[in-house]
């Protein structure tokens, strides 16, 4: 590899000053992996139960599930301004690198940087239906991230989950076919990370230590953490559903850090230990899915969700509490020719669209989604590509 791509590429990475580690924070995304279907869609909602995705929205729709095996996945999907990287990286061919550096195109790029890929998969087997739930999973990923110019953050990471849940529904006594479930979801997940954090000035150095040992002198964390999951859902024949959701009821997080991934695999102590916990989310949602009448002929089903998440965050973290209008998210799913699916959703305060192919026993998805990493709308907004190939039973 030419060393003034390799330069330009590691000074996006590695452009930070040495800060002291603090104390890891979990959220709900570490009990999920990758879902082009539910990111096109809005994300996952508490009233939707259809799929093999019901295990990260709500335990009480394992009674509505048509039961199925899910075989394997692999769902990729790459955030932030990767096609902006690579011109710059293609840039520093043909132009020098002091003009590369000074450019206010990366300049810019590095004022607030967030960038990375997923991957979903291959292991990600399970079966919902008749009740129960189950699944394993696995996510490869890293991210770049910087608040400001000088300030960037490489993460890598290898995270495994495990989870399982039962419900149980009943049929209400009415003139019309309604029903009322209850879910209950034990999850699971084991991780390690590793980070790199330097300045400018040891650029050389990481240089001529690029390859596979890049992570072995730099913080590792081995975390592992425990979750709870309870659902509620009221179902009026299937055309009106209301879900309500708490995740994270309990879900404390343990982890390990090591001075290095060597270190780990040396089987040296840690060098500090932390506990946490995921936070509670409350959620709520509907899903319509109106008669067709005539439409029959061009639209084999249609669903519309609108969902209010994480109602209470304020109570358990007030400090980091998003505005209303980031937890509101509102989706739309139509089927066409018994194997198309549009989708469409504002959700995060940003649009998302999506595609999805279902031959039956395989299901491509895609989409293109944002999502905000502040607490406002707006501040700091980023865009998402998703490709999803699943196989099922």
Known sequence: MDRRILSVFLSII??????????????????????????AIGGPHAALADDFTVLFSNPAGFSAVAPGYRVSDLTFSVAGPVFTIAGITINAMNNDLEDVFSSPELAALLSSLHTGARIGGPLSFGWVGNGLGFGAMNVTGFTLDTSSTGSVKLEAYERFL?????????HLPTVTPSSISGGFLLKTFIEGRSRIATSILGLPSVIEGFGPDLFDNHPFDLASGLGIDVGVRYSFRDMFV????GQNVYAPVGTNRFSGLDAFLGSDPPVDVFSSRVPFDLSVGVMLRPPLGALRWYIDDLAVFFDYRDILDFVFREESSRNIVLKLSRGVELRLLQVLLVRAALA????????????????????????????????????????????RL
């Not at 192919?357 to 590509?385: C, H, K, W």
């Open 348 to 391: 995060d305060g940003l649009l998302a669209a999506g595609l999805g192919i279902d031959l039956g026993a395989v299901r491509f998805d895609a989409a293109m989604f944002g999502r905000e990493l502040s607490t406002e709308p707006g501040m700091r907004p980023v865009y998402n590509i998703a490709l999803g190939l699943e196989f």
């Open 14 to 39: 590695v452009s930070t000053p040495i800060v002291a580690e603090t104390v890891p924070t979990y959220g709900s995304e570490y009990f999920r992996v990758p879902s082009a279907r539910l990111a």
């Open 242 to 245: 209301i879900g309500v959701t």
């Open 162 to 170: 495990f989870m399982g849940g039962v419900s149980y529904e009943m």
